[in-house]
């Protein structure tokens, strides 16, 4: 169980277009779901945290005009980013917690999308 | 400030034992977890320790000392898989998961 589907697995965009990353809990639902960033031999860097029914809560440093978050249901989350650079390019990893949000809740992580924008 | 620390690299042999270090200062602590990514995947949880004591898992143990804000992972009888990065992460007062680097972890014949 516990499974989470993140969808593109990898995508290249021109400079200035918008690409948006699903993320789905296939057999749980998720309340909250978090976006992560990893560029290359770094750690995990949050970049927000997406709640269901409402605004997603974004990390400091972190352009929410610019990484659009969208958690419309249980188990969907989307991230758009929009207008997106060259500096985009990275690693980008979804996860979600199955449980109540006790504190021994591990977070199961969606297979990442690697973005590279041109 | 918080922070996590772990070797950058280590190499090992197949079949053998290897430890890798956490040590970590943070707000608060409730708990700690370890993940194994492979290179371009997503991170899979290993372990979680909260309270002092040796954690065992297979071939994965994890330790933990909160007095001395320190965990290890130890993998036995190595193989060619388990060449990963390992993840360390603490869970603080506020609930927030703060990571660490990552070692990564090289595997020889």
């Known amino acids: 169980g516990a499974v989470v589907s993140q969808h593109p697995s990898w995508v290249i965009c021109k400079s200035g277009t918008s690409v948006k990353i699903e993320c789905r809990s296939l057999?749980?639902?998720?309340?909250?779901m978090f976006w992560y960033r990893q560029f290359p031999k770094q750690s995990l860097m949050l970049m927000a945290t997406?709640?269901?029914?409402?605004?997603?809560?974004?990390e400091q440093g972190v352009e929410k005009d610019k990484f659009l978050i969208n958690h419309a249901s249980l188990t969907l989350s989307t991230l758009t980013v929009t207008s997106a650079h060259p500096e985009d390019s990275s690693f980008y990893i979804c996860?979600?917690?199955?449980?109540?949000?006790?504190?021994?809740?591990?977070?199961?992580f969606g297979n990442g999308t690697r973005l590279t924008v041109t | 400030g918080q922070n996590i620390d772990q070797p950058t690299e280590m190499t090992a042999t197949e079949g053998a034992i290897v430890q890798i270090n956490c040590t970590y200062q943070?707000?608060?602590?409730?708990?700690l977890f370890w993940y194994q990514q492979h290179a371009g995947e997503a991170p899979t949880f290993l372990s979680y320790?909260?309270l002092d004591g040796l954690e065992e898992k297979g071939r994965f143990s994890s330790f933990l000392s909160r007095s001395k804000g320190y965990s290890y992972l130890l993998l036995k009888e190595l193989q060619m898989k388990d060449s990963a990065s390992y993840l360390c992460?603490?869970?603080?007062?506020?609930?927030?998961?703060?990571w660490g680097a990552g070692t990564k972890l090289i595997i020889k014949p």
């Open positions: 057999d749980f639902q998720a309340t909250t």
């Open positions: 943070t707000s608060g602590f409730n708990g």
């Open positions: 320790n909260v």
């Open positions: 997406s709640n269901e029914g409402s605004k997603a809560t974004y």
């Open positions: 996860s979600a917690e199955q449980g109540t949000g006790s504190y021994n809740s591990p977070l199961h």
């Open positions: 992460a603490v869970r603080d007062s506020n609930y927030q998961l703060i």
